[in-house]
């Protein structure tokens, strides 16, 4: 069998006819089955959990995953049997939040400079409407219609949405939970399945690129900033941390919007290694 794909009808049809091995999942120990011959196929530390823990569970009933939850074991299960997890939703289906993310806002990219410069446009425009304090202008001719958005940061944008990553990606959600790409995410890197890793990198980022970030989200995506770098370490089997890499970037694309919320600020004085992580994508 591929790891990553899913099964065929030959092997599903052995799978099936053993005995699943029981976990106990999470602090309230919710009882979980998977067969050890989908473990053996995605996770040698993991399928050495089994085996070491077999005498131990005749006793306890079943072998303790204490630190995971039952959603991220779900999603594990997911994707051992089919190939893809099921992305959660985070909020109903109903509900609605109305805003443009960075990938269809009509941008043009400049420096700070020319940012600054159209900030002082602006202000010469608001003069019109008679406000004190502004800056008057000699301007008499017709005050052009189209509005353009000027991002300094918009280069950053650009390399974050060429990001690519290899393999399938998680289902679809009309709005995504994203926080639990990570939380799958650190599973897959503590029980090194590093095709679970991939997809839920490549997952992530697509969410990312359609993420609509405005005042009632930027808490998710703190949580989901505060999460990674709590639960991972810079180097991780391989190199350096793919996830931190991943959600700095989209960080610091979105930096000043996010500054609005002072946990940020909080965040950074909290962990120097996402400080200076953040500064070296800035910089970069």
Request: proline share 4%; charged share 20%; glycine share 8%.
């Amino acid at each position: 069998m591929h790891v990553g794909r899913t099964l065929e009808s030959s092997n599903l049809s052995s799978i099936i006819r053993l005995s699943p091995y029981e976990f106990l999942v999470g602090a309230d120990r919710t009882r979980m089955v998977i067969h050890d011959s989908i473990v053996q196929n995605l996770s040698e530390p993991l399928s050495a959990l089994i085996h070491n823990g077999q005498m131990k569970e005749s006793i306890s009933g079943g072998g303790p995953l204490d630190d995971v939850d039952v959603d991220t074991f779900t999603g594990f299960c997911e994707f051992a049997y089919t190939g893809v997890y099921n992305t959660p939703t985070e909020y109903p289906e109903e509900m609605s939040i109305i805003t443009q993310s960075f990938t269809n806002i009509e941008t043009i990219a400049g420096s700070d400079a020319e940012f600054g410069k159209v900030q002082e446009d602006n202000e010469v425009f608001d003069s019109w409407s008679g406000k004190k304090g502004r800056k008057k202008s000699n301007w008499a001719g017709p005050i052009s219609p189209t509005v353009y958005t000027v991002y300094p940061y918009e280069q950053l944008r650009k390399s974050f949405r060429a990001r690519s990553f290899s393999g399938a990606e998680a289902s679809v959600s009309p709005h995504p939970c994203i926080l639990f790409h990570a939380k799958l995410y650190v599973f897959a890197t503590t029980y090194l399945i590093e095709p679970l890793q991939i997809q839920c990198l490549k997952s992530l980022h697509r969410d990312l690129c359609g993420f609509s970030l405005n005042r009632e989200t930027t808490s998710l995506i703190l949580d989901l900033l505060d999460f990674t770098y709590a639960h991972t370490g810079r180097y991780e089997p391989g190199g350096r941390s793919l996830l931190r890499n991943l959600v700095i970037h989209y960080v610091a694309c979105e930096v000043r919007t996010l500054l609005d919320d002072d946990r940020l600020q909080m965040l950074l004085d909290a962990d120097g290694e996402m400080g200076s992580d953040l500064v070296w994508r800035l910089a970069k």
